[in-house]
């Protein structure tokens, strides 16, 4: 199947853990996205790659690293984790960057990554 | 960077019309407009995207007036399926960043 998928789905950890959250896609997308979602639903950016190339970089703990070793997989690696960071994480990938001028290319998301910490 | 604002939350029952209207005051020139489903654990899914006037596809209707400062997605004759949170969202050209609207949770009753 053709989808946006990230692992695992559920993560639970203790606070100052390291952990990652892995995302591929399988559509062809040029540009891949790392979405917060936390408890009152709101969506927020925080990373874009396009083509393996960081666009944008929103306000967020240098703890959060991505890292795109191909432009079909764009991984999250959160260090010292806090309770704070206890959110649903969502994967995307569209293919030109969102907001382009002309047209805006639809994104798709992965499940989420729902994680926990305790 | 366009903001977004649409209701909290509407009630319907099955078979009735649907309509969520979401304001963008601040809309660019350049930017379309995108309304994206969001059901229980899973992630956001493309309903519809517009520029001006109407686009309608299989799953719904999006009426954009020519102010283009606010626009309407119309779900006809809703079902039980069509629980979900619904976002409105404004492409920003100019810095690459999309602004989801908080969502409009929409609860269709048998």
């Known amino acids: 199947d053709t989808a946006v998928s990230q692992t695992p789905k559920y993560l639970v950890t203790q606070m100052g853990n390291d952990k990652s959250i892995k995302c591929e896609q399988n559509l062809g997308h040029d540009t891949m996205y790392w979405y917060k979602q936390d408890s009152k639903k709101f969506l927020k950016i925080m990373f874009s790659?396009?083509?393996?190339?960081?666009?944008i970089n929103e306000t967020v703990p240098n703890r959060f690293s991505p890292k795109s070793p191909d432009k079909a997989h764009l991984n999250l690696h959160i260090n010292s984790l806090e309770l704070g960071d206890s959110a649903v994480y969502f994967c995307?990938?569209?293919?030109?960057?969102?907001?382009?001028?002309?047209?805006?290319?639809?994104?798709?998301f992965g499940n989420g990554t729902r994680l926990t910490v305790t | 960077l366009a903001k977004t604002t649409q209701p909290i939350s509407m009630d319907s029952y099955e078979g009735q019309e649907v309509n969520i209207t979401c304001s963008h005051n601040?809309?660019?020139?350049?930017?379309?407009i995108t309304w994206y489903q969001q059901f229980p654990s899973q992630g956001p899914r493309f309903i519809i995207q517009?520029?001006?006037t109407k686009v309608t596809n299989e799953v719904a209707s999006l009426f954009i007036p020519a102010d283009r400062k606010s626009s309407t997605l119309s779900l006809p004759r809703v079902s039980l399926s069509d629980t979900a949170v619904y976002y409105c969202?404004?492409?920003?050209?100019?810095?690459?960043?999309?602004?989801f609207g908080a969502g409009t949770t929409v609860t269709v009753r048998a």
């Open positions: 601040n809309i660019a020139t350049n930017d379309y």
């Open positions: 995307a990938s569209s293919q030109d960057p969102a907001g382009r001028s002309s047209y805006n290319s639809p994104l798709h």
């Open positions: 790659y396009n083509n393996k190339e960081l666009i």
């Open positions: 517009g520029y001006k």
């Open positions: 969202l404004v492409g920003d050209t100019g810095n690459y960043k999309l602004s």
